[in-house]
């Protein structure tokens, strides 16, 4: 792996200039189609811990949507008497991806709360800096990604070529984890899978 980390910067202007570096590291590797899909951790948490329904359940139900199975959701829902806003936007949520503006007024058309809207506004704001940078045609929006490292508190993304089948490069906000080793500062960054990229090209 090769990557970086922008360590004491707790904001979104961190958070898209990480991503605008993972841009321009895959371009520079020779990579001309390729894609860094944005999501941000806490749209879906903040969405499923209203819900009142054990642990255990909230992570079927993040598995399933991880994995974008519609139908296993519904059918989870439903066994477990979920219906009204909670289901339509669960089942909404593996298919919000797409372009920025496109995704983001989408989930805004449903009654979101203060965790969801504050995390549709940091992948906003994230996106500002990455259009400044002039990168944003390689960045599109998932907020159907949900982590399966618990260790991620914020924005999270993932990059794609379509010349292979692989995640190539994956990173985002990771603030509590270097309090695990000691001193607690925020954190951002991302690493390139080397191998993968070099398969890529070839």
Avoid: W
Wanted: proline share 1%; glycine share 10%.
């Amino acid at each position: 792996q090769a990557g970086i980390e922008i360590v004491g910067a707790d904001s979104t202007e961190a958070d898209g200039e990480a991503i605008a570096v993972a841009v321009e590291a895959l371009a520079a590797s020779g990579l001309d189609d390729f894609r860094i899909d944005i999501g941000q951790v806490k749209f879906f948490q903040s969405i499923i811990d209203e819900i009142d329904i054990p642990t255990a359940d909230k992570e079927k139900v993040r598995s399933y949507i991880h994995n974008k199975n519609l139908v296993a959701v519904e059918e989870f829902l439903d066994s477990r008497g979920i219906n009204g806003k909670y289901k339509e936007l669960l089942l909404l949520i593996p298919v919000l991806y797409g372009e920025p503006e496109e995704v983001m007024s989408r989930a805004r058309e449903f009654r979101l709360n203060e965790g969801a809207k504050k995390a549709l506004k940091d992948i906003e704001e994230a996106y500002e800096i990455i259009k400044e940078y002039g990168y944003e045609k390689y960045v599109s929006v998932d907020l159907g990604m949900v982590s399966e490292l618990a260790y991620y508190t914020g924005i999270i993304f993932k990059g794609f070529t379509r010349d292979l089948g692989y995640i190539i490069c994956s990173g985002g906000r990771y603030d509590d984890l270097y309090g695990e080793f000691g001193e607690k500062r925020a954190a951002t960054g991302f690493a390139i899978n080397v191998n993968r990229v070099v398969q890529a090209l070839r």
